[in-house]
């Protein structure tokens, strides 16, 4: 099973929102709803932002929402803010007790 | 608080072995399904291996089958991963990480350790 696929960079300014796509297949995304977020600065261990699509963990900022339709699922974050700049990836199960990763998408606030 | 904390990384030739180590501190180990993931240079997560709370079902990328195993001591609160017949292409930063289920996985992450890297080159 391949990755799935997110876009290399996004970038917004502070105060816009921005949405990060993940595209997979009826072998993964478009099937289970086990589909989560992460953020990751470099050299720190990755958040969970979204987990099933949706849900927020508390302590994650409402500004952080997930979405899904067919085989893609998006992270929206609204209200840009100069912390938000990280790695975001995404990741969801896949048939036959697999994990697959998106291959994450760097977030620039301008 | 949850902590994860790697070890075992280093410098291999391809073809040895290396066993990782992951100590989990601040939660019940014994209840948690626990992952390898990995992160080669430049590239995305790559999900490894997986292991049930008990340890009774393990589950594995096919770039790892039959030459990577996970396994876990719940007395130790300690998760491994014995890697053997190492390749280039297994150079990557390490992550262990707690399903955030307990008991039955869901599959997906809520906790991450901050990794450890394993580098095969001659």
């Known amino acids: 099973q391949s990755a799935l696929t997110q876009p290399p960079s996004a970038s917004g300014s502070p105060g816009q929102s921005v949405t990060i796509s993940c595209t997979g297949t009826s072998s993964d995304v478009g099937t289970y709803n086990y589909v989560s977020w992460y953020q990751h600065h470099p050299g720190k261990a990755p958040k969970l932002m979204i987990y099933?699509?949706?849900k927020r963990p508390s302590g994650v900022p409402d500004r952080f929402s997930g979405s899904k339709s067919g085989n893609t699922a998006s992270l929206t974050v609204s209200g840009l803010q100069a912390e938000d700049e990280a790695d975001y990836f995404c990741s969801s199960y896949a048939t036959s007790d697999k994990v697959l990763f998106g291959g994450g998408t760097k977030l620039t606030v301008l | 608080q949850v902590q994860l904390v790697e070890s075992g990384g280093g410098v291999v030739q391809p073809g040895r072995s290396l066993r990782l180590s992951c100590a989990a501190s601040?939660?019940?180990?014994?209840?948690?399904?626990m992952h390898w993931v990995r992160q080669a240079p430049g590239k995305g997560m790559e999900w490894v291996a997986l292991?049930?709370?008990?340890?009774?079902?393990?589950y594995s990328a096919d770039s790892v089958k039959g030459r990577f195993t996970i396994s876990r001591d719940n007395s130790k609160n300690t998760l491994y991963m014995q890697m053997n017949n190492l390749r280039a292409e297994d150079t990557a930063v390490y992550y262990c990480?707690?399903?955030?289920?307990?008991?039955?996985?869901?599959?997906?992450?809520?906790?991450w350790g901050q990794g450890t890297l394993v580098t095969v080159a001659s």
């Open positions: 099933e699509v949706i």
């Open positions: 601040g939660f019940t180990f014994s209840s948690f399904a």
């Open positions: 990480a707690r399903d955030i289920n307990p008991d039955i996985p869901l599959y997906y992450v809520d906790y």
């Open positions: 292991i049930w709370s008990d340890g009774s079902k393990k």
